[in-house]
């Protein structure tokens, strides 16, 4: 991890070994190993957008969110690291399918996630993304079934609510498939 924090700008993605994930809207993520230990790096492909989440990232707690390791700019494109959690919940679900005494619950996601979308709205915040892939999940202890949660991707986050994507609607509908 040291090498990546001391490195030049443009030089720190040259360190990295990483491997492809998915693309969304605003860029790739692919999982890399830094130090023996595996990290998210999300590529966004527009300086706005990079420039749009890391503004949103100062404003919400850090409990809120993948913890955010380092971030930097180079060759027009942004670059953020992240903790890496065990997957979305659109994983977790279709993880649990063979095994359903592990299948998450409700109650447990709206335990974690309700208090995340409520301390956003007192901060004047709505994610205007919510779905499957924008909740993350992390196993606990060792119980089966044991996770936590947390929102991710605030690209789209904003101080004006998207009508079509009002967060306590979309929650709902996700808590509603379970």
């Given at each position: ?26 860029g ?27 503004e ?52 447990g996601?709206?335990?974690y ?66």
């Open positions: 991890m040291r090498v990546l924090l001391d490195a030049k700008p443009c030089d720190k993605k040259k360190t990295l070994t990483c491997q492809y994930l998915t693309a969304g809207a605003e790739d993520i692919d999982i890399c190993d830094i130090g023996g230990g595996k990290f998210i790096l999300k590529t966004f492909k527009e300086l706005e957008f990079y420039k749009n989440e890391w949103i990232i100062q404003k919400i707690p850090s409990t809120i969110g993948a913890k955010l390791i380092t971030h930097w700019k180079c060759d027009g494109k942004g670059y953020m690291i992240f903790e890496k959690w065990d997957g979305s919940l659109n994983d977790l679900f279709v993880e649990t399918l063979a095994t359903p005494n592990l299948k998450p619950t409700k109650e996601i709206k335990n996630i309700q208090p995340q979308l409520d301390t956003l709205r007192k901060k004047g915040l709505y994610h205007n993304d919510l779905h499957w892939g924008n909740i993350l999940y992390r196993r606990i202890g060792n119980e089966d079934g044991n996770y936590e949660y947390t929102l991710t991707d605030f690209g789209q986050t904003s101080e004006t609510q998207k009508p079509h994507k009002k967060d306590h609607v979309m929650f709902n509908k996700i808590l509603d498939q379970i």
